[in-house]
């Protein structure tokens, strides 16, 4: 099964909001979308519509079971999009972090074994590169790094594929990089100067188009709704996840020696 982790050392570089876009374009399409939330913060499963307070299964059993097969007692249907089902996440999930026990790694993809039904699934990372974004690299197939025009953002870059490097030598040797998605683009020299720095650095890498700084962003995040809900002022930012959405379903008939790799 597709499965793409969506990750980046640093925050605030718009992880999440690709991930909802990206799902939300899906859904659109029809097809069954599966949301894993790796992130203690649980800004994904709130946006989905979901309580992480809730007394409900979630990432953290599913990892803590260490049993195969379980991660589908921790799926919830989203509080909106008919496609999208979600795995949410709550703050004990940064007690993972710590865990060091023999076969660690493992445990999401333990959890996911077997698991059907869906088109695509995917991980929402924590901004670290520490042992949840290993569980979350474990259990992918690809790995997408979302990455906004900072030097402080391009840096972590650079910290993740090393670390998808290091998982896919002992862990997963499936484990692919699928491109670069540049988030929070807009009209400043900055800006223009360091996405012309990572286009240069990664080429063939960087997917297009890139997502432009929009606040109906924060405001669907605040809504906990699809940024294609607001109309003419979301269909910028929807169009764009639409296309990110096509380069994800893309990734379904690669094979291995098309997959664009990154010294």
Known sequence: MLTVAFTNQKGGV?????????????DRRGLRVLCIDLDPQADLTQWLGLDP???????????????????????????????????????????RETDLSPGSEFRLAKALDGLSGYDVVLIDCPPSIGRLVVLGFVAATHVVVVTE?????????ENVLRTRDVVAEHYN???????????????????????AEVAEVYGAAVWEPYVP????????????????????????????YDALAERVLALQTLSTPSTVEVS
């Open 14 to 26: 718009g992880k999440t909001s690709t991930v909802v876009g990206i799902a939300a374009a899906l």
């Open 53 to 95: 307070l809730d007394d409900v299964r979630n990432v953290n059993d599913a990892v803590y079971a260490d049993t195969r097969g379980i991660a589908a007692e921790a799926i919830q249907h989203a509080g909106w999009g008919a496609g999208i089902d979600v795995i949410g996440s709550t703050l004990d999930l940064a007690e």
């Open 213 to 240: 700084a929009r606040a109906v962003v924060a405001a669907a995040m605040g809504a906990a709704a699809s940024v294609a809900d607001y109309g003419a002022d979301g269909k910028p930012v929807a169009e764009v």
């Open 173 to 195: 040797r499936k484990l692919q990089l699928a491109g670069i998605v540049v988030n929070h683009q807009n009209r400043t020299t900055e800006s223009a100067l360091r996405v």
């Open 149 to 157: 025009p900072s030097a402080a953002s391009l840096r972590g870059v």
